[in-house]
């Protein structure tokens, strides 16, 4: 048996009593000595949240109403940094538009309605915000919508969709320190390989006309001056995607040299563009601009980033799965095969747990995120010697395996899903959980319980060296073809910088969280108040802020869980 | 240590060929070509591509040679055979002056002259040091290198669309999860196995490194000692092929020969496999039709990443009882500027090391003249990321490349397959070996540690 010593085995009251001063790492700064001053206060927090909070809860006009067209507006005296310009530039996350999506290699065929017919994010089993779940999970009250109609999205960047998301789901940045700082919007749910565009052409100067987009999987009409056919490429003037790779040709402006910074969105599966790949320019040269295509393809790419869903094992019944169902509950995954201590089970199990949904509900913890191999922040010294870079010889500088950075290739902000779990019941004695020492414990100390009673795992160092190490943890992928009927991948994309406006007012925080409705980690939700409402992670704001933004949070959720259910459209 | 010549630059040739136009022809010699003519031997890997090794002989030798006034010998050797003759040689201390091994020599690092300068000079030209050369030929023991690497040759997922595309899958197996399950619904519908290689040969051994590197198992820890069974990793790799082979494989992946694999792709006996793009190159020059249904994709995404290893790494290391020492120095300096036509020769077989002698690899890739579609080849444009040099995450060292010549790791996934060993018991089968191997070249460390003055 295991026992939780970690911080996220704490009660509700616990998000005001250690609040903030659990490590939080901002993508900008750590302020320290801050957090050490407000730790030695805090122990008196919780009364003091409670009686400001219930306050505000009788003050607060409707703080959260959610409404089209607006994200947003006065929060009270944590709001101020909104109507400052050099203080609120972030957007907040909108979906992107559908020339978008097929430019950059996905469909948004509406065919098919099972994970495996589906053909495209407006299907059915792909549920896009904007088309399906805007009431439900995530959601967690009646009154709350995950997406409204902002027509704000499109004119702030044309490539966006005038579907705003307000369900930011949380998440730890699983390659660092696991710190509870990343925030993303899960759009849509990619089933099988046909999302990726197999054939597609499309007209390049999107932001003159961008319903000029056309293939088998678009309404729009076709506006190349003649269908081009592999192996025949196109002179000008299309972009086209053809089994699972692209091609694409500038008009002759840009394929001369000339920059066109409109010409945002040929990343990803268009192909190169440069003035090397047209001849004009000199041979090695790179793109132009911004989403100037590389012609990878999209699967290689996003293969390069795994979010990793933590689904409950423990079924309704109470009993513990130690394996999934699918394609996964297999002999490679058979616990005993991965540690010869864990009990014999037949294969496939009929005991497993489900992976065909990964809506909050089904989880047993937060999300992780890893950008993998290449840090986002350049952190990892990354050189590019594809492109040319070279080491010293004293081994100064390292080599990472990923060519891709997310914000850079992965327009969409897609993840492969990487499902993880656990080997054995944590309720029966065996070698991952016996003694101090052993895998479940050593975790559990440091992060404490999840949902189902074993660790909480928030980044690759505990998962790999110290649980999939010792058999005591497993991860895979769901089948490619759909058979799963879960999510192979995810169009979720992580809001750059969820500072300065980035969480809009109107938005809510999806986590994890226990059978009471408190949250499993309070950490991601006083953060996600702090951007709320501060425009900052709570690391950079005084005790009194972050005090207010609790208070203001706490309100806010009081509002919306006593406010009438949401109308849809 | 001489000061080596560079090729003779354009400058003094035009200055040269001003005085020669003034004064007569007479007088219209290279430097280099003044002297007694010298002799040059070189063993060298056959490659995969037989162009590539008609073009180095008959042309770029022999023009090396005329220009330095040196008689160059070029023996092929079948690769199955590079590391007996490698052996024999430094045995005897008579044999060739350069030896092209398709591999990191580092078991011969002892025999080999420090390349040190040579990539002094090559950087001159091309920039410093490339990381997978690095990785390849430096001994952090010695401080020196033992070769020098010129090129590499990627090793990509192979498949066949058509069938892929049966199981739902058009667009091939992207994670090790994928391409058991694919794999294993392509032969329940179509009678076809996944042809990974698993045999002792040189596909196998980089296939089933690749395999064990990408599930995160791995043959030496951060001190060199061996690791193999230190987790569970490698019990689950040894686990995981065994499945692989029963479910969607053949038992031939464990027995064919050099190459088996390739044949057994262009047979279109098997659906998918690893290998140097000499197979589509094969396929391409046999029934370009059946060519256009050959996909590749990067390595296969296992829980340690897409990662996999090279399936050769040209690394040529001059003797230390060379007798043309000087020579062979020049002629791997002077190798470097073949890089371009050596990537063409060899059908885009081999990139160039030194990214500077081939700027415009993707371009080349994008633009294939002989792929349906031209862009075919574009999925490796990455390469050089998803690539570790053999011995990753740490150098190549003389243990660890001694576990790959003697194919410890083939044997092991071998003898789960075929059930004469559990994953577990082969594992440490397979860890004792290493240990043997490394207890080996600490005493040889040792040894030499002790015998310098």
Same mark, same amino acid.
């Given at each position: 048996?295991?026992?939780?010593?970690?911080?996220?085995?704490?009660?509700?009251?616990?998000?005001?009593?250690?609040?903030?001063?659990?490590?939080?790492?901002?993508?900008?700064?750590?302020?320290?000595?801050?957090?050490?001053?407000?730790?030695?206060?805090? /122990?008196?927090?919780? $009364?003091?949240?409670?009686?400001?909070?219930?306050?505000?809860?009788?003050?607060?006009?409707?703080?959260?109403?959610?409404?089209?067209?607006?994200?947003?507006?006065?929060?009270?005296?944590?709001?101020?940094?909104?109507?400052?310009?050099?203080?609120?530039?972030?957007?907040?996350?909108?979906?992107?538009?559908?020339?978008?999506?097929?430019?950059?290699?996905?469909?948004?065929?509406?065919?098919?309605?099972?994970?495996?017919?589906?053909?495209?994010?407006?299907?059915?089993?792909?549920?896009?915000?904007?088309?399906?779940?805007?009431?439900?999970?995530? #959601?967690?009250?009646?009154?709350?919508?995950?997406?409204?109609?902002?027509?704000?999205?499109?004119?702030?960047?044309?490539?966006? *969709?005038?579907?705003?998301?307000?369900?930011?789901?949380?998440?730890?940045?699983?390659?660092?320190?696991?710190?509870?700082?990343?925030?993303?919007?899960?759009?849509?749910?990619?089933?099988?390989?046909?999302?990726?565009?197999?054939?597609?052409?499309?007209?390049?100067?999107?932001?003159?006309?961008?319903?000029?987009?056309?293939?088998?999987?678009?309404?729009?009409?076709?506006?190349?001056?003649?269908?081009?056919?592999?192996?025949?490429?196109?002179?000008?003037?299309?972009?086209?995607?053809?089994?699972?790779?692209? @091609?694409?040709?500038?008009?002759?402006?840009?394929? /001369?040299?000339?920059?066109?910074?409109? #010409?945002?969105?040929?990343?990803?599966?268009?192909?190169?563009?440069?003035?090397?790949?047209?001849?004009?320019?000199?041979?090695?040269?790179?793109?132009?601009?911004?989403?100037?295509?590389?012609?990878?393809?999209?699967?290689?790419?996003?293969?390069?980033?795994?979010?990793?869903?933590?689904? *409950?094992?423990?079924?309704?019944?109470?009993?513990? /799965?130690?394996?999934?169902?699918?394609?996964?509950?297999?002999? !490679?995954?058979?616990?005993?095969?991965?540690?010869?201590?864990?009990?014999?089970?037949?294969?496939?199990?009929?005991?497993?747990?489900?992976?065909?949904?990964?809506?909050?509900?089904?989880?047993?913890?937060?999300?992780?995120?890893?950008?993998?191999?290449?840090?986002?922040?350049?952190?990892?010294?990354?050189?590019?010697?594809?492109?040319?870079?070279?080491?010293?010889?004293?081994?100064?500088?390292?080599?990472?395996?990923?060519?891709?950075?997310?914000?850079?290739?992965?327009?969409?902000?897609?993840?492969?899903?990487?499902?993880?779990?656990?080997? @054995?019941?944590?309720?029966?004695?065996?070698?991952?959980?016996?003694?101090?020492?052993?895998?479940?414990?050593?975790?559990?100390?440091?992060?404490?319980?999840?949902?189902?009673?074993?660790?909480?795992? *928030?980044?690759?160092?505990?998962? !790999?060296?110290?649980?999939?190490?010792?058999?005591?943890?497993?991860?895979?992928?769901?089948?490619?073809?759909?058979?799963?009927?879960?999510?192979?991948?995810?169009?979720?994309?992580?809001?750059?910088?969820?500072?300065?406006?980035?969480?809009? $007012?109107?938005?809510?925080?999806?986590?994890?969280?226990?059978?009471?409705?408190?949250?499993?980690?309070?950490?991601?939700?006083?953060?996600?108040?702090?951007?709320?409402?501060?425009?900052?992670?709570?690391?950079?704001?005084?005790?009194?802020?972050?005090?207010?933004?609790?208070?203001?949070?706490?309100?806010?959720?009081?509002?919306?869980?006593?406010?009438?259910?949401?109308?849809?459209? | 240590?001489?000061?080596?010549? =560079?090729?003779?630059?354009?400058?003094?040739?035009?200055?040269?060929?001003?005085?020669?136009?003034?004064?007569?022809?007479?007088?219209?010699?290279?430097?280099?070509?003044?002297?007694?003519?010298?002799?040059?031997?070189?063993?060298?890997?056959?490659?995969?591509?037989? &162009?590539?090794?008609?073009?180095?002989?008959?042309?770029?030798?022999?023009?090396?040679?005329?220009?330095?006034?040196?008689?160059?010998?070029?023996?092929?050797?079948?690769?199955?055979?590079?590391?007996?003759?490698?052996?024999?040689?430094?045995?005897?201390?008579?044999?060739?002056?350069?030896?092209?091994?398709?591999?990191?020599?580092?078991?011969?690092?002892?025999?080999?002259?420090?390349?040190?300068?040579?990539?002094?000079?090559?950087?001159?030209?091309?920039?410093?040091?490339?990381?997978?050369?690095?990785?390849?030929?430096?001994?952090?023991?010695?401080?020196?290198?033992?070769?020098?690497?010129?090129?590499?040759?990627?090793?990509?997922?192979?498949?066949?669309?058509?069938?892929?595309? +049966?199981?739902?899958?058009?667009?091939?197996?992207?994670?090790?999860?994928?391409?058991?399950?694919?794999?294993?619904?392509?032969?329940?519908?179509?009678?076809?196995?996944?042809?990974?290689?698993?045999?002792?040969? %040189?596909?196998?051994?980089?296939?089933?490194?690749?395999?064990?590197?990408?599930?995160?198992?791995?043959?030496?820890?951060?001190?060199?000692?061996?690791?193999?069974?230190?987790?569970?990793?490698?019990?689950?790799?040894?686990?995981?092929?065994?499945?692989?082979? +029963?479910?969607?494989?053949?038992?031939?992946?464990?027995?064919?020969?050099?190459?088996?694999?390739?044949?057994?792709?262009?047979? =279109?006996?098997?659906?998918?496999?690893?290998?140097?793009?000499?197979?589509?190159?094969?396929?391409?020059?046999?029934?370009? &039709?059946?060519?256009?249904?050959?996909?590749?994709?990067?390595?296969? %995404?296992?829980?340690?990443?897409?990662?996999?290893?090279?399936?050769?790494?040209?690394?040529?290391?001059?003797?230390?009882?060379?007798?043309?020492?000087?020579?062979?120095? +020049?002629?791997?300096?002077?190798?470097?500027?073949?890089?371009?036509?050596?990537?063409?020769?060899?059908?885009?077989?081999?990139?160039?090391?030194?990214?500077?002698?081939?700027?415009?690899?993707?371009?080349?890739?994008?633009?294939?003249?002989?792929?349906?579609?031209?862009?075919?080849?574009?999925?490796?444009?990455?390469?050089?990321?998803?690539?570790?040099?053999?011995?990753?995450?740490?150098?190549?060292?003389?243990?660890?490349?001694?576990?790959?010549?003697?194919?410890?790791?083939?044997?092991?996934?071998?003898?789960?397959?075929?059930?004469?060993?559990?994953?577990?018991?082969?594992?440490?089968?397979?860890?004792?070996?290493?240990?043997?191997?490394? &207890?080996?070249?600490?005493?040889?460390?040792?040894?030499?540690?002790?015998?310098?003055?």
């Amino acid at each position: 048996m295991i026992t939780g010593g970690g911080p996220n085995n704490v009660s509700y009251n616990d998000l005001f009593a250690f609040g903030y001063a659990g490590g939080f790492q901002s993508h900008v700064a750590r302020r320290k000595d801050t957090v050490m001053k407000t730790q030695r206060k805090s /122990a008196s927090l919780f $009364l003091q949240m409670f009686v400001v909070a219930a306050l505000l809860f009788m003050a607060a006009p409707r703080l959260l109403a959610q409404s089209s067209g607006s994200s947003s507006g006065s929060s009270g005296s944590g709001g101020n940094f909104r109507n400052n310009p050099a203080t609120n530039f972030n957007p907040p996350p909108c979906d992107f538009q559908d020339f978008f999506y097929n430019n950059v290699g996905i469909s948004t065929s509406s065919q098919g309605n099972t994970p495996v017919t589906a053909q495209g994010v407006d299907s059915v089993p792909a549920q896009r915000f904007g088309l399906f779940r805007q009431t439900g999970p995530p #959601a967690i009250f009646p009154s709350q919508v995950n997406w409204v109609v902002d027509n704000n999205c499109t004119t702030r960047d044309t490539v966006r *969709k005038n579907i705003r998301i307000l369900a930011t789901t949380a998440g730890y940045v699983d390659d660092g320190n696991g710190s509870p700082t990343d925030f993303i919007s899960i759009i849509a749910f990619l089933t099988n390989q046909s999302f990726f565009e197999t054939s597609f052409t499309s007209n390049p100067d999107l932001t003159s006309n961008p319903n000029l987009n056309t293939g088998p999987n678009t309404p729009f009409p076709f506006n190349c001056s003649v269908i081009p056919v592999p192996p025949t490429l196109p002179d000008a003037g299309c972009v086209v995607i053809t089994n699972g790779n692209s @091609q694409v040709t500038l008009p002759a402006t840009e394929a /001369a040299g000339a920059a066109n910074a409109n #010409a945002v969105g040929f990343g990803l599966n268009a192909r190169n563009n440069g003035p090397g790949n047209t001849g004009v320019g000199p041979e090695g040269t790179s793109g132009l601009g911004v989403g100037s295509g590389q012609g990878d393809d999209m699967q290689d790419i996003v293969s390069n980033f795994e979010a990793y869903p933590a689904l *409950k094992q423990r079924l309704p019944n109470g009993t513990f /799965a130690v394996i999934p169902c699918g394609s996964l509950n297999n002999a !490679n995954n058979a616990p005993n095969a991965l540690n010869p201590g864990l009990p014999v089970i037949p294969i496939p199990s009929p005991v497993c747990f489900p992976v065909n949904s990964i809506a909050t509900p089904s989880l047993r913890q937060d999300w992780r995120f890893a950008t993998n191999r290449n840090a986002i922040d350049g952190s990892d010294n990354n050189v590019v010697t594809a492109s040319g870079g070279s080491f010293p010889s004293d081994g100064s500088q390292i080599a990472h395996n990923a060519p891709y950075g997310y914000f850079c290739d992965d327009l969409l902000g897609m993840w492969i899903n990487t499902y993880f779990w656990f080997t @054995q019941d944590p309720g029966v004695s065996g070698p991952c959980n016996t003694g101090p020492n052993s895998p479940y414990q050593t975790v559990a100390a440091v992060e404490g319980l999840n949902l189902d009673g074993t660790p909480i795992v *928030k980044t690759a160092n505990e998962l !790999n060296n110290i649980l999939e190490a010792t058999g005591c943890a497993q991860e895979g992928k769901i089948d490619f073809s759909g058979n799963d009927g879960g999510a192979v991948w995810l169009i979720c994309p992580a809001i750059a910088d969820p500072t300065n406006g980035g969480i809009s $007012l109107d938005a809510f925080i999806d986590q994890v969280r226990r059978p009471s409705g408190l949250p499993l980690d309070p950490r991601f939700t006083i953060n996600f108040f702090c951007l709320q409402f501060f425009g900052q992670f709570c690391s950079n704001l005084t005790p009194s802020q972050v005090n207010s933004a609790q208070s203001q949070g706490a309100a806010a959720s009081s509002a919306a869980a006593s406010a009438p259910a949401a109308s849809t459209n | 240590m001489p000061r080596m010549k =560079r090729r003779f630059p354009r400058r003094d040739f035009i200055k040269l060929a001003a005085t020669a136009a003034a004064v007569g022809p007479f007088f219209n010699f290279s430097p280099r070509a003044l002297g007694n003519p010298k002799t040059l031997k070189i063993a060298k890997w056959a490659h995969f591509v037989p &162009e590539y090794d008609v073009w180095f002989e008959s042309e770029w030798v022999k023009q090396w040679g005329e220009t330095n006034n040196t008689k160059v010998i070029v023996d092929n050797i079948p690769v199955e055979k590079v590391h007996a003759e490698a052996v024999a040689e430094v045995a005897t201390g008579n044999g060739h002056d350069i030896f092209m091994f398709p591999w990191p020599p580092a078991e011969f690092h002892r025999h080999a002259i420090d390349h040190a300068d040579i990539y002094q000079n090559i950087s001159m030209k091309y920039g410093s040091i490339p990381q997978i050369s690095y990785k390849s030929t430096f001994s952090p023991k010695t401080k020196t290198h033992f070769a020098v690497a010129d090129f590499w040759i990627p090793s990509p997922v192979h498949y066949y669309q058509d069938f892929w595309a +049966q199981a739902g899958m058009p667009l091939g197996p992207v994670a090790y999860d994928g391409l058991y399950s694919g794999g294993k619904k392509v032969r329940e519908k179509l009678g076809l196995p996944c042809g990974l290689s698993f045999a002792p040969t %040189l596909e196998g051994n980089i296939t089933a490194n690749t395999l064990l590197y990408a599930l995160r198992g791995q043959l030496l820890d951060t001190d060199g000692n061996a690791a193999i069974n230190k987790n569970f990793f490698a019990a689950h790799a040894l686990n995981y092929v065994k499945n692989l082979n +029963q479910d969607a494989g053949t038992p031939d992946e464990f027995t064919w020969g050099s190459s088996g694999n390739v044949q057994a792709m262009l047979a =279109r006996k098997t659906t998918c496999t690893t290998n140097a793009i000499s197979l589509l190159r094969a396929a391409e020059k046999q029934n370009p &039709e059946l060519a256009t249904r050959i996909k590749l994709q990067p390595p296969l %995404l296992g829980s340690y990443g897409v990662t996999g290893f090279p399936q050769a790494t040209n690394c040529s290391s001059v003797w230390k009882f060379a007798e043309n020492q000087d020579g062979a120095k +020049q002629f791997l300096v002077d190798l470097i500027d073949g890089s371009r036509t050596g990537f063409e020769k060899s059908l885009s077989c081999n990139f160039p090391t030194y990214p500077k002698a081939l700027p415009n690899l993707v371009v080349r890739l994008d633009k294939d003249p002989q792929a349906n579609p031209p862009y075919k080849y574009y999925a490796l444009k990455d390469a050089l990321h998803w690539t570790p040099n053999l011995g990753a995450p740490w150098f190549a060292s003389p243990a660890w490349m001694e576990v790959f010549n003697a194919f410890v790791i083939p044997r092991m996934f071998a003898n789960v397959a075929h059930g004469n060993l559990t994953p577990l018991d082969a594992a440490a089968e397979a860890q004792k070996e290493v240990t043997a191997i490394v &207890e080996k070249w600490k005493q040889i460390e040792l040894s030499a540690t002790k015998s310098q003055p």
